[in-house]
C-alpha cells in the first residue's frame, strides 16, 4: 500500500507547546481523522504538512517527495481547505474560477461548473452571498475540478449544519472511491470519524497518543466500571481518566492492562469514550502538577 502522506518524528515548538514526535502514516484510498482537544497541534500538523510552518524536525513526505523540497511540485496535486473562506468576497464563481486556472493547468471548468450546479451553488453568486457550508463545498469544487489527490482539510464540518455535514461527508467518501485519492482531516466531531475515518490519529496536548485504523482505535482500549472497594492502587495506576462516584467507579483501560480489571466488568469504548477519559486524565495530572 502507497503511502500519500509520510509524516516522521516531526517536531514543532512554541513559546508554551510543543509538538514532539508526531509520527504517521496516510495509505492511497483512505481517510483519516486528526483528533484531539483544543489546543493539541492538529492545526500546527496540519500547517507543517503544507510547509506552512517550518517544522523544528522530523521529516514529511507526500507522494513521497519531501514537502518542502519539492513544494511547488506536491502542493499541485493537494486541495487545502480551511476552517474559514480564501476567497475574495466580491468574486463571482467565474472569478473564481478564472484564478484557479491561472495555477492549475489541469484545471477542468466542466466539473466545476457541474459540482457548482450539483452543490446548488448559483453561478451567479458572488463569495459573500454564500452561507459557511456552500463556501466549503465551493472549496471543495475547487480542490475536485483540479484534481486534487490529497485533500487536507482544518475542521471542515465545523459549524455546519447536520445536513450539510452529511452532505459534505458522502462527498468526501465518493472522492476517495476510485483509491487513487486519500484525505487528512481535523475534527472535534466524533460521529465524523465514526461515519468516514479509516485511519485515526490521535494527538493531545502535543503528543502523539494513537495511529492506526479506526477499528484498532476503539478495540486498543475498554471502559470498566465496579465498586469501591474493588479500587485497588494497582489497578488505579493502570486507570486512564478515572470517574468515582459514592457507589461505584469508571475508568478507561488500555486492552493490555485489562488483567488488572479482574473480573470486572468491562464494555467496549466508543471514540467519544475514548477522548473524554484521556482528556479527563490530563487534567488530572496537571492538577496534580500544580499541587
Ligand atoms: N504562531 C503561533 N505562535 C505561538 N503559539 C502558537 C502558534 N500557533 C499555535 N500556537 C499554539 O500551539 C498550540 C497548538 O495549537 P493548534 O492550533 O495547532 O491546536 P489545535 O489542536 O488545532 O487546536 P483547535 O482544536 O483549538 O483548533 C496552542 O497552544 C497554540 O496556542
Redesign the pocket.
Known sequence: MDSMLHVEALEKS????RLNNISFDLPEGYIMGLI??????????IKAILNM?ERDGGKITVFGKDNIASEQEIKKDIGAVFDSSSFVDEWTMADVEKAYTLFYPAWDSEKYWSLLSRFRIGKTKKVKELSKGMQMKLMLACAFSYDARLLIL??PTSGLDPVSRDELLDILCEYIEDGRRSVLF?T?ITPDLEKIADYITY?HL?QLIFTGTKEDFADSFRVVRGDRKELTPGLEARLIGLRTFPTGFEALIRKEDLAAAGRLEYVPASIDDIVVFMSRQTDRNNQEENI
Not at 14 to 17: E, K, L
Not at 36 to 43: E, R
Request: glycine share 20%; hydrophobic share 15%.
Open positions: 512554541y513559546a508554551d507547546f484531539g482537544p483544543n489546543g493539541s497541534g492538529k492545526t500546527t500538523t510552518t482544518d475542521e481535523s472535534h494527538i502535543g
